[in-house]
């Protein structure tokens, strides 16, 4: 597969899609005198994965991304590598980024479409998931993201608040502009007002008057309270969103301040992109045209997706409800999987990964669901202690015995999913069946 050859324009780094290739080519060099055939990819700036990324690709290597960068997680992943190469303040690398390191190739870039490139997510049995998916069902997911958005889009420059080491991140704030020619700016903008102060320079020193925002449920739900862009509306192109629903005031307020609708994406690492909507026209969704829904007897969504592995349908952990109109609404999640600020989690792998301490004999982690509208969802535990542990809490308070757990699970975790409370029981209630009381649990926290 021939990687279409762009005018691109990098503009945080303030060069072209040739240098940007000549990079990729000259890295790819150096990976293909290494005998490792699988690398595992972490680095937090987007550019410098973007030019190792696809020079792992030209070089005809496997790829694996992480979740995160935490310790724990590139440890777990190492196992399925030969080797690492990205953020060498994180593990060494035999392949170092390197911005003077270049060539004078105008070649365009050469993939095995049947590349593989390996993502860990949570799975539903408590450990970390891998989830392969080729090159080629990359590449055909942003075509059909072109091919249903791209007429609005306008030559805009993409922008983003989200990280590319999850799908989502990848395919809309790195591979689609890429490859379809748009403008880009790999920087993450994390503050409304580093986007905007860059959306004014741009337009100032550049001339650019078109901006496509990637970004995620959180980051509008904060935008809404005080929205520092309504002044540059005029500029948006699209607004897209996945990770999670956007609460419908946060989304009818977008509207209204942006006077443009933002684009929901749903899906999930294991299925791409299943459906869209925009809830100024409709609440339900719509599903994208090579994707085909059906339900099962317990209301599952299934799929048959070009983007899965599966040849055949694929049960999804959503239970959803079929329209006349051929979309579909969603009845919620059936599995122990939850998302908090988009990012997803398993509450059972985290109830796993306390139990490893010396302090827990037993555990039941839970998802506290928020009714107000600016305040997210929390997880909590409760815990079972071993006689250690009681030793420990009388000794340090309940305070510093929870800080210490947490401390624990930060070598697996990102802290947004680390439970922020702690209950401790001398035992968890079960019923006479044996079913755990989850509702007498929950109460604890009213």
Aim: glycine share 4%.
């Amino acid at each position: 597969m021939k990687w279409p050859i762009n005018n691109n324009f990098f503009y945080c780094e303030q060069q072209s899609f040739v240098i940007w290739q000549q990079q990729v080519i000259a890295h790819a060099e150096l990976f293909a005198e290494q005998p490792a055939q699988t690398w595992l990819l972490f680095d937090a700036d987007s550019y410098r994965f973007s030019v190792l990324f696809f020079a792992l690709l030209v070089a005809k290597k496997s790829v694996i991304l992480p979740q995160n960068g935490q310790p724990e997680q590139l440890a777990q992943c190492l196992e399925y590598a030969d080797e690492f190469t990205g953020d060498t303040d994180l593990l060494p690398t035999k392949v170092l980024f390197s911005h003077d390191l270049t060539c004078n190739s105008l070649q365009a870039l050469d993939i095995d479409e049947h590349s593989i490139i390996r993502f860990f997510t949570s799975g539903s049995t408590g450990a970390p998931k891998a989830i392969d998916k080729t090159f080629k069902q990359l590449v055909q997911e942003i075509q059909v993201l072109e091919a249903q958005f791209g007429a609005n889009l306008n030559s805009s420059l993409f922008v983003a608040t989200v990280s590319h080491q999850h799908i989502y991140g990848l395919l809309f704030k790195l591979l689609w502009p890429l490859y379809s020619g748009y403008d880009v700016c790999l920087q993450s903008f994390e503050y409304p007002e580093h986007l905007l102060h860059f959306i004014d320079n741009s337009t100032a020193q550049a001339g650019k008057a078109g901006f496509t925002l990637i970004s995620s449920p959180a980051y509008y739900h904060r935008l809404v309270q005080d929205n520092v862009l309504a002044p540059v509306k005029n500029k948006f192109r699209g607004c897209f969103s996945s990770g999670g629903p956007l609460q419908a005031i946060a989304a009818k307020l977008l509207t209204e301040q942006l006077a443009m609708s933002p684009i929901e994406v749903l899906g999930s690492t294991e299925t791409g992109g299943i459906a869209w909507r925009q809830q100024s026209h409709s609440s339900s969704w719509q599903a994208f045209k090579p994707i085909k829904i059906k339900l099962d007897d317990t209301q599952h969504l299934i799929i048959s997706s070009p983007y899965v592995v599966e040849a055949n349908w694929y049960r999804t952990d959503d239970r959803a409800q079929l329209l006349e109109s051929g979309q579909f609404t969603l009845l919620g999640r059936a599995d122990r999987i939850v998302k908090i600020e988009e990012k997803r989690c398993s509450l059972d792998e985290i109830s796993q990964r306390i139990i490893e301490h010396s302090w827990v004999d037993e555990c039941y982690v839970l998802l506290l669901e928020s009714q107000q509208q600016h305040k997210r969802n929390e997880i909590a535990a409760v815990l079972v202690l071993t006689p250690a542990g009681e030793i420990a809490v009388t000794e340090l308070g309940k305070f510093k015995f929870s800080q210490t757990l947490k401390s624990h699970l930060k070598a697996f975790f990102e802290p947004l999913v680390i439970p922020r409370k702690f209950r401790y029981l001398p035992a968890l209630p079960y019923n006479r069946q044996g079913k755990l009381e989850k509702a007498q649990l929950e109460k604890m926290f009213d």
